[in-house]
């Protein structure tokens, strides 16, 4: 089956004196004669050339089945006299949400996903929210990817559904203490949450509008604290927040903390009588500040500002103050008491921790999941006052798993301006170095988002095949702290591409693979990483697995209609400027593809997707297969019912991650 060659219609771009001709510009219009047709020829394509891995593919989606405990439930978590929990059943693409009472009693099912997701291709719920006195549950679904949510009520002493939904919701909602009223966002033209929302759960009166942000580069959250009594407003940019408060009662009116400055950030939390702030004024890796609630202009200094520590989060409980730090890329728990403090040691030279819900305030629990990339997803709760942890549960792995067969260490690459790049890396235990082995290689990259070690046991089926499997840890990240993240933003976002580069090409001179069998994968901004690193090195990889590219920058960048552009003018710059025009154009994947012998590429593309656009991973296939000078294989998948995740159900998302395994371990090992 020949590749499809979507038809070329000229488009003509000129900005700062530079004219550009977009042959593929048309592809956004979804609504153009040639536009689906082509996209589905794509589809067509991609499924005749990966039938030679089917078998593969099959193989690969039983295995990671096998490895899960389809009939499962989570740790159960206290919130007043009930216990919370999420189960899952075999079969069954979605969770359902349950409680039961302290110290047993019949099972309350409050929200069957399956149930709800019937008739519908895809489901997802942007939250699904428990009133204070537990009579009524707010939630917000969306079933077709594109990220806009109707909101809904129910009363769980009846379970029927109230009236008062709420369409066009987003992610951010809370309730007050009185159990009626609740708050959520709502989204502008532009898919920015802009507008928080006040209403009364079950009332036929119109919810009333609480603060609106004008400014386009800014998103509105609201969130209530562990304590109850505050309700948190936090508008934020990529580098500006401001903050508001209000009582936990929802009666009252939200005051600001402290007014937005440009360039600083400021979140606050409550424990005891006081108020804390984490602040990067006077010190990008952020300090801590507290403040008598009663005066919270009064700041003092409880944690300074560190170099090699960036202080991420801050938990507030009626006794305690729970920290988390990032120190050498690893991420650390400091608990502090009064006067006194502690810290959280791990084992592990490599691992990664979040937190599991902690309703309770009044606790000297903390509950915490903790894997490396060797050790499943284990929850304890860690006793803040007799310093002692308890494992409560270590997910099953089924399928003869046995941790001792992997081994996990950390590397060190010498990036182009002499700065050392961390390199995660996991593998069977007896690997050779001798340059043999097929590598796959993930990144991202961007936002400051952190990619930390963790288990993922659909990866077993590339370990047990003989891959190595690495992680770069590249600027433009979290995950050295904050300056790690702003060295490879806006003017500096070559080195996000260049730090990979320099990870890549340690690997194969420690021969822990080869070009020829190096694959390498990122997804959305991961993927602009992918579409960068191709055309400035197409002869380092193998192949490539590009996850909802963004590699249209400029075009995206230069129209404020699209979502999410404006926000993102503090991460990439603004190409309205001729010097971030001229910056961004230089790195742009779309921009920037040649004649060249391309790697074997498969991209992937969502069609109602609100973050990346359907037609970038488009347009990049179509120029990238004319301008190819190889014999490589060229793929798009899209999905043509589905947003920027991809599938929404359990095992569809499996099947996913099977179809991409099959690609890479066909397309490098040939098999």
């Not at 604290?225 to 209000?246: I, P």
């Not at 290689?441 to 095949?465: N, Q």
Request: hydrophobic share 35%; with cysteine; glycine share 8%.
């Amino acid at each position: 089956m020949e590749a499809p060659l979507a038809p070329r219609h000229p488009h003509v771009r000129t900005v700062h004196d530079e004219t550009v001709t977009d042959d593929w510009f048309y592809l956004r219009d979804r609504q153009h004669p040639e536009t689906i047709p082509y996209l589905e020829a794509e589809n067509r394509y991609t499924e005749a050339r990966v039938a030679q891995w089917q078998k593969l593919q099959d193989e690969l989606y039983v295995e990671m089945v096998g490895r899960i405990q389809e009939t499962d439930t989570s740790v159960p978590w206290r919130r007043g006299e009930s216990q919370y929990y999420t189960r899952t059943e075999q079969g069954k693409q979605y969770g359902i949400f349950c409680r039961q009472a302290i110290g047993g009693g019949d099972e309350q099912v409050l929200l069957d996903g399956n149930a709800l997701a019937e008739g519908h291709e895809y489901f997802s719920l942007a939250f699904h929210h428990v009133s204070p006195d537990g009579n009524t549950l707010a939630y917000a679904i969306n079933t077709d990817g594109s990220e806009v949510f109707t909101l809904r009520f129910r009363d769980l002493r009846t379970g029927e559904e109230m009236p008062g939904q709420v369409a066009g919701v987003y992610y951010s909602a809370t309730w007050a203490n009185d159990s009626q009223t609740f708050f959520f966002t709502t989204l502008d033209e532009t898919k920015r949450p802009w507008r928080l929302w006040r209403c009364v759960a079950g009332s036929a009166e119109l919810p009333v509008l609480v603060f609106e942000e004008p400014d386009g580069r800014f998103n509105v959250g609201i969130d209530r604290s562990r304590s109850g009594a505050y309700l948190f407003l936090t508008v934020g940019s990529h580098t500006t927040s401001e903050v508001w408060c209000a009582p936990g009662s929802g009666v009252g009116s939200f005051f600001r903390i402290q007014e937005r400055r440009q360039d600083v950030e400021y979140y606050v939390e409550h424990q005891g009588p006081h108020l804390f702030m984490r602040t990067n004024e006077d010190g990008r890796n952020f300090r801590l500040l507290r403040a008598p609630a009663a005066q919270p202009e009064q700041w003092t200094e409880v944690i300074a500002h560190r170099t090699n520590a960036s202080l991420e989060q801050v938990d507030g409980f009626a006794d305690y103050l729970v920290v988390t730090e990032r120190v050498e890329g690893l991420r650390r728990l400091r608990v502090m008491a009064g006067s006194g403090e502690h810290d959280v040691t791990f084992d592990e030279p490599a691992y990664t921790f979040s937190p599991e819900p902690n309703e309770e305030y009044d606790s000297n629990l903390y509950r915490f999941s903790y894997s490396s990339l060797t050790t499943p997803r284990s929850v304890y709760d860690y006793d803040m006052q007799t310093r002692s942890r308890t494992l409560l549960k270590r997910y099953a792995v089924l399928g003869g798993f046995d941790p001792s067969n992997y081994v996990s260490e950390r590397l060190t690459a010498t990036s182009h301006d002499g700065v050392k790049v961390p390199i995660s890396v996991v593998c069977r235990r007896g690997f050779k170095r001798d340059g043999s082995a097929p590598l796959y290689l993930y990144g991202y990259g961007s936002y400051g988002i952190v990619t930390d070690p963790a288990f993922s046991s659909e990866r077993i089926s590339l370990l047990d095949r003989g891959f190595v499997f690495a992680i770069a840890h590249i600027r433009g990240s979290g995950d050295m702290g904050r300056l790690w993240y702003e060295d490879g933003k806006l003017g500096h976002k070559k080195n996000t591409f260049l730090d990979f580069i320099a990870c890549a090409e340690h690997l194969i001179a420690q021969q822990y693979t080869a070009a020829a069998r190096l694959a390498i994968a990122g997804g959305s901004a991961g993927g602009l990483l992918m579409g960068a690193v191709t055309n400035l090195r197409p002869d380092l990889f193998r192949s490539v697995v590009a996850h909802v590219p963004f590699v249209d920058v400029v075009n995206t960048m230069l129209d404020d209609t699209l979502p999410l552009t404006v926000t993102e003018y503090e991460e990439w710059g603004n190409p309205n400027t001729a010097a971030d025009y001229a910056y961004i154009r230089s790195y742009a994947p779309y921009e920037n593809v040649t004649a060249a012998a391309y790697p074997n590429i498969l991209a992937t593309a969502g069609l109602n997707d609100p973050r990346v656009p359907y037609w970038e991973p488009a347009k990049w296939i179509a120029s990238l297969r004319r301008n190819n000078t190889g014999y490589s294989t060229i793929l798009l998948k899209t999905q043509m019912g589905a947003g920027h995740g991809g599938p929404s159900g359990r095992y569809e998302k499996l099947r996913e991650k099977a179809f991409e395994y099959a690609f890479v371990i066909g397309s490098v090992t040939g098999s």
